[in-house]
């Protein structure tokens, strides 16, 4: 019975030491021909390609402050038209209120001073046609007072002069006083004019304390700078307040970045393969939109510097939402009858690259020519053929390692 139980034991410990030393099988890597496709391959995130955006502006010559009184929930699916925000008008109501009670009063004494004026020229009018009898009997008098003595004559000369000087003076008063009244009928009449203006500017600011959306899409809520609130209802917001915005989901695209090196091989209307990282099996069509003039730095005091990159979704889809993650594979070019091999074969030593051939259990290092790369392989010049196995660079360092 014990010499059965050693012979179970020594058989189960060999069959558990031959798995153990048994080597996992590793995938096969081959050099391959045909068509190749370069591209690159860099990380962005979605944004809308219409965004509105709402910002607290001053409502007239007087309110510059506005309290919120209505306010839709963060992320509510809205429609053209919809409001978004309503801002308290009872300001706004009281000032009208107020205008109108200063209109009618304004309208009052306007027509008052009209009257005054009329009433006033009417009395002008009277002295003046007195003065011109005046004048008109002092020149008759003087007429005849021709053969009379020299003093006499002097007597009536000097009436006819005062006679002539108060009649000028008449005229010259009805002058200045068309003048002063017309002037002040003028102001008066602008203060109306101006009450009016403000009142009607009044009614027109009502219709504007309800924010309404001109797109369709998502409502999102502004935050303070520096607090990171949200807006709420009763808050108090100022001129040039983030109020919110509301981005268009119908289109979106890919705000990403290409280094610098790879510059010249990007071009407005250029292919571009966009993934999720949520669904990396799941290819959605874009182009290049736009490329920025400038280079930066990726982030404050890096080295690495980019280009500012916009590509354009070309379908609409209800999985790409503003803010996710993606991965844009860049189409480059397309090669015909192209050598090329799985990056995870080729190795990369200061400004050379090498692949490990498979020999039996070993390995050939080659020296290759390296050629345009996409995110699995790379394209080479070398003695190589189609078809000739080879071996991923941490294969090799593990049979060193041996």
Same mark, same amino acid.
């Given at each position: ?13 060999? !069959? ?24 690159? @391959? ?40 919809? *409001? ?5 008008? *009872? ?6 209120? /107020? ?6 009063? #304004? ?18 009018? %009277? %002295? ?16 005849? +007072?021709? +053969?009379? *003595? ?22 010259? %008063?009805?002058?200045?006083? /068309? ?7 003028? !102001? ?12 009607? =500017? ?5 219709? #504007?304390?309800?924010?309404? @959306? ?9 935050? =303070? ?26 289109? &979106? ?17 250029? #292919? ?29 005091? *890096? ?29 480059? %070019? ?11 074969? !080729? ?11 498979? /020999? ?7 020296? &290759? ?9 790379? $394209? ?7 078809? #000739?196995?080879?071996? @991923?660079?941490?294969? $090799?360092?593990?049979? /060193?390692?041996?």
């Amino acid at each position: 019975m014990m010499d059965q139980c050693k012979k179970i034991i020594l058989a189960t410990c060999m !069959v558990m030491f031959t798995f153990a030393c048994k080597k996992e099988k590793t995938d096969t890597y081959e050099v391959q021909r045909g068509n190749f496709t370069q591209t690159i @391959t860099e990380t962005g995130e979605l944004a809308a390609i219409n965004v509105r955006a709402f910002v607290m502006q001053r409502y007239g010559r007087y309110w510059y402050e506005m309290k919120i009184i209505g306010l839709l929930d963060h992320g509510t699916a809205v429609e053209a038209g919809d *409001s978004l925000i309503q801002f308290d008008p *009872s300001e706004v109501q009281r000032f009208i209120i /107020d205008r109108e009670t200063r209109l009618e009063t #304004q309208k009052a004494n306007l027509e008052k001073m009209t009257v005054e004026v009329q009433n006033r020229k009417s009395e002008l009018q %009277s %002295s003046l046609k007195s003065e011109e009898a005046t004048f008109a009997l002092k020149e008759l008098e003087l007429e005849q +007072f021709r +053969f009379e *003595s020299d003093k006499a004559k002097k007597v009536k000369e000097l009436e006819f002069e005062q006679a002539k000087i108060r009649l000028n003076k008449v005229k010259k %008063s009805i002058e200045y006083y /068309d003048i002063i009244a017309k002037n002040q009928l003028y !102001v008066q009449e602008i203060q109306v004019k101006r009450m009016i203006e403000e009142i009607k =500017n009044a009614y027109d600011v009502l219709p #504007q304390l309800t924010i309404r @959306t001109p797109i369709p899409g998502i409502f999102q809520v502004a935050r =303070n700078r520096r607090s990171r609130d949200m807006l709420m209802i009763g808050d108090e917001v100022y001129v040039g307040r983030a109020l919110g915005n509301v981005p268009d989901l119908t289109w &979106v695209k890919v705000n990403t970045v290409v280094n610098e090196t790879d510059f010249m091989k990007i071009y407005e209307g250029q #292919q571009v393969n966009v993934r999720l990282d949520a669904l990396p099996d799941v290819i959605f069509g874009g182009e290049v939109t736009k490329i920025s003039r400038l280079c930066r730095p990726i982030e404050w005091g *890096s080295d690495r510097k980019v280009f500012d990159v916009d590509v354009k979704i070309l379908v609409t889809d209800e999985r790409l939402k503003p803010g996710m993650t993606v991965s844009c594979e860049f189409i480059c %070019s397309n090669l015909t009858d192209a050598l090329f091999v799985p990056l995870l074969c !080729v190795e990369n030593i200061g400004k050379r690259y090498y692949i490990y051939l498979k /020999d039996g259990t070993r390995f050939q290092k080659m020296e &290759v020519k390296a050629g345009p790369a996409n995110n699995t392989s790379m $394209v080479i010049e070398a003695n190589v053929k189609k078809g #000739q196995e080879l071996w @991923t660079v941490n294969d $090799v360092k593990n049979i /060193d390692k041996e």
